[in-house]
């Protein structure tokens, strides 16, 4: 069966990290959550006290950060390392790394920083990443390329849920408008904006359980994987 690369594209709390998860899970494959990485940077330049409005000086802090992934077999979940280090609770729930990804995201070092790191993971192939800009920027030759999306009242919700269960208390408001201003930062940024590859499958999940949306999308990869079986059934 041939290794191929699957991109996963999508808007905030869009649930395109659960998917890539189960879907790696079950094919397989590696997963990589690039949100997970920018998220990181954040962290890192919020607690050493560098100025994110100076991307000179965040480009200068770049080489002393060093993110890795590892996995959690008593969770069955995967762990962001930031220079060693668990990072994975804080980067979910600080809501000062929330208010500032935007802004670090679209400097340009940070992500030629990124995008290095995550082409070199998909060397092997055998990988589903999930991001913005995996269809269009990291690997723009990936066999699959999904773009997911849900209306933005029903994921403010599911990332309210998402929070009161890692104990985060706030509101339904101010969920939607931390959503919002991310999607309008996240799509209307010079460097790499989110967008849809032309090739690009979109999928709406506002309606569709997560057993069908993985199901559908199993249906994808096993034609990409194995075409000619897939023209004969
Ligand atoms: O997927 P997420 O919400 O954890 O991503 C956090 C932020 O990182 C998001 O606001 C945009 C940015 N991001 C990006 O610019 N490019 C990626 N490939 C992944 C995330």
Redesign the pocket.
Known sequence: MKNIIIAI?GY??CG??TLAKDLAKTIQYHYV???????AV?LYLLQNHIDIYHPEMVEQALPAISISFAYNADTQSQNTLLNGENIEHE?RVNPRV?GS??E???ISAV?RF??QQ?QAMGQKKGIVM?????GT??FPDAELKLFVTADPQVRAQRRLDELAEKGQQTTFEEVLANLEK?DS??SS?TD?P?KKAADAIEINNSHLSKSDQLKLVLQLVHERINPIASSIE
């Open positions: 594209d905030s709390s395109k990290s959550d690039t949100g997970a990485m920018y998220r954040t980067i929330a990804v935007s670090v995201s679209a992500r990124l995008v995550q999930d991001g913005r800009d995996i920027v990291v991310r930062m996240d940024r790499s989110l």
